[in-house]
């Protein structure tokens, strides 16, 4: 079968059909007619398929051809028709397109920030549960048992029984220290850690000889029949020292410089020696209270003269104390 074109079908079909129309408009009813299938239209006049599918094809193009044909008379508007239509397009097509970057740049913005503000605070708070973790080692949690609370309450609101008073709590040997009760009790009862005998006395005086710590325990019962407990620490320090050595030793009997003694107060340990001024020992000693009374280690009484001494010793504080001197016997 020979080809023809869409407008030779028109005539075939239709036997008044006798417009002419320039050629560009068989152009525009071409495209057009692409909705609604030129394959389909052509087949069904040719093949003359029956009345309701011409009538509804013929219909279809005679809305296509009137719209072409309007656009055609109208001269300038239908040869401007397809850049109007294409830059439209174009405009659709683009404007979601700009639109869509938009969006994608303020979204990206604002999750920048986001990030920027969480971090800080997340910083923040881990200094500060740090900081909790180091005041909860420091500091005791609140007490939130009521009758605990009481308890200390009864406890620190009534008058105590026993509760001692001293003065000074600290010193050097030796130390002298007052005592007393400032609670409501009547009856007394003082021990001491240092060995010496308990005191019923209500203010004894005590001394305290030896450096070290110790305590002062008080029992003591009031009114109602109620007795109580209190205790006191004690710290006593030594004061060690060596004595002064005499000058002269005349062991005539008077009592008066007969005798040199090794000692010193607070002193633990001592040795003691004394030399001729040829430099031989005559006399020695290792103990606290140990004396030189003039004789030689044979007990027989030495020459007048000059003598050297030398003390060493250890005192009750810890501390090692040493004295070197003469000494002149006279007889």
Known sequence: ??????????????????????????????????????GLLGKAI???????????????V??????????????????????????????????????NK????????????????IAKPVATAETEEQKMQETKLAIQPFIKDKKQIQSVIKTFSADPIALIFASPTGGTVPLIVNLSNSGKGNTYRWKYSDGKKDDKTANPIHVFENPGVYWVTLTSTDTEGKTATDSAKI???????????????????????????FKGSNIVKM???????????????????????????????A???????FMSAEGK???????????????
């Open 102 to 117: 938009q969006e994608m740049v303020k979204t990206e913005a604002p999750v920048a920030e986001v990030k920027t503000e």
């Open 235 to 261: 710290v006593v320090t030594g004061n060690s020292s060596l004595y002064e050595v005499p000058r002269e030793l005349t062991p005539n009997g008077d009592s008066l410089n007969d005798v040199f003694y």
């Open 1 to 38: 079968m020979e080809k023809k074109s869409i407008e030779d079908l028109f005539k075939d079909s239709f036997e008044n059909y006798e417009a002419e129309v320039d050629s560009s408009v068989w152009e525009n009813i071409k495209t057009g007619m692409k909705g609604i299938g030129l």
């Open 46 to 60: 040719i093949n003359k398929i029956g009345t309701n599918t011409i009538v509804a094809v013929v219909s279809s």
């Open 303 to 309: 020459k007048a003269g000059l003598y050297y001494y």
């Open 317 to 331: 504080d810890g501390k090692t104390y040493e004295k070197k001197g003469r000494i002149s016997l006279i007889r």
């Open 271 to 301: 040795t003691g020696q004394i030399a001729d001024e040829k430099g031989k020992t005559i006399f020695e000693c290792n103990k606290v209270g140990a004396y030189w009374d003039g004789k030689d280690k044979n007990g027989k009484e």
């Open 62 to 99: 005679a809305t296509v051809i009137g719209t072409v044909g309007v656009m055609h008379w109208t001269g300038n508007a239908v040869k401007n028709t397809d850049k109007p239509a294409v830059a439209q397009t174009e405009k659709t097509v683009e404007q979601p397109k700009t639109e």
